[in-house]
């Protein structure tokens, strides 16, 4: 399965152990394959390392965050046209998503919740991206 996880979810895999580290189980055991634009990673990455550096988690979450962007797939930003979201920081992940023929893209954030079904693209929260795409 096509994915994309917008940073919130990876600094949640990152950091702790919770849904989202459960989201990047997925990606590790190659049942979902994750996608990002030069800037969807790049804020993913400076997310991350923020909450890193201000959290201080006791495992090598460095370790963790540097796996995720070696191995998530790199696309080229499908042009939207306008933009579609409240936040335009969000914008890239919908670009990403398109470029890569996600069928999801898996967030907290709720200017991205909002807008349902964009695309053909499921915008879903962790719990239901594991329960609802990777039963069991």
């Known amino acids: 399965m096509r994915v994309v996880f917008d940073a919130n979810v990876v600094v949640a895999g990152v950091c702790w152990q919770g849904e989202g580290w459960l989201c990047l189980i997925r990606m590790a055991r ?20 923020r909450v890193i550096r201000e959290r201080q988690p006791t495992h090598n979450a460095s370790a963790r965050l540097d ?19 409240r ?13 890569g023929k996600a069928s999801v893209l898996v967030t907290y954030d709720h200017d991205l919740l909002d807008l349902g ?17 990777h039963p069991g």
């Open 117 to 133: 079904e964009p695309f053909g693209i499921s915008i879903v929260r962790p719990a239901c991206f594991l329960a609802r795409f």
């Open 67 to 85: 796996w995720y962007l070696d191995n998530v797939r790199q696309v080229e930003p499908w042009p939207l046209g306008k933009r579609r979201s």
């Open 30 to 49: 190659r049942h979902a394959f994750a996608y990002g634009t030069v800037a969807s990673l790049e804020e993913t990455r400076e997310t991350v390392v």
């Open 87 to 99: 936040d335009p920081r969000d914008d890239p992940n919908l670009a990403a998503a398109l470029a």
